[in-house]
């Protein structure tokens, strides 16, 4: 697997190095950073106070920002992707196994139900930023609430699935 994400270096985006596979396991080098994930936050301490919520999703955004200007789209933003260092800073996991705009068509769902947008989960290979900034308006809802928003209980994966809907005619 191409690594799409080894050439972004940014504050709030935590530096893949390498990935692959080796002995039919895949594998993701990135770079390591002191700190605790926001799903892990919030299930061991409670919802976000508003500014502090706020503040994660600007930095996320950022770094999202970053990425889709390179060419790179996520297509897994969640909590569990999100890492708070040392410094208070909200840095993106993952990123080097983003798919780069780019790419040729796939057909292979990558995301987490619960925080995908509807067109990823219908057409994997039409996703665009848009589907990021989705997932981080879900991710912000559960950082408020501790619970994906539609859902009443959070599950073990952080996930669950988006309530089954059909968009109105066109």
């Not at 500014?51 to 789209?73: F, K, N, S």
């Amino acid at each position: 697997r191409k690594l799409a994400a080894g050439k972004l270096v940014h504050p709030n985006v935590v530096t893949a190095y390498d990935a692959g596979e080796a002995r039919g396991v895949a594998y993701l080098a990135s770079e390591l950073v002191d700190g605790t994930d926001l799903r892990g936050w919030v299930l061991d301490h409670g919802p976000l106070p508003v500014g502090e919520a706020v503040r994660a999703v600007r930095d996320a955004a950022a770094g999202l920002g970053y990425a889709h200007g390179c060419g790179v789209i996520h297509r897994d933003v969640k909590p569990s992707n999100l890492i708070r260092d040392g410094g208070g800073v909200v840095r993106v996991l993952d990123v080097g196994l983003a798919r780069l705009a780019s790419a040729g068509p796939t057909g292979a769902v990558v995301g987490t139900p619960g925080y995908m947008a509807p067109e990823q989960e219908a057409d994997a290979d039409a996703v665009d930023p848009r589907a990021d900034v989705f997932a981080l308006g879900r991710t912000l809802a559960f950082l408020l609430t501790g619970r994906p928003p539609g859902y009443d209980a959070v599950s073990p994966d952080g996930g669950g699935g988006l309530p089954s809907c059909s968009p109105p005619p066109a």
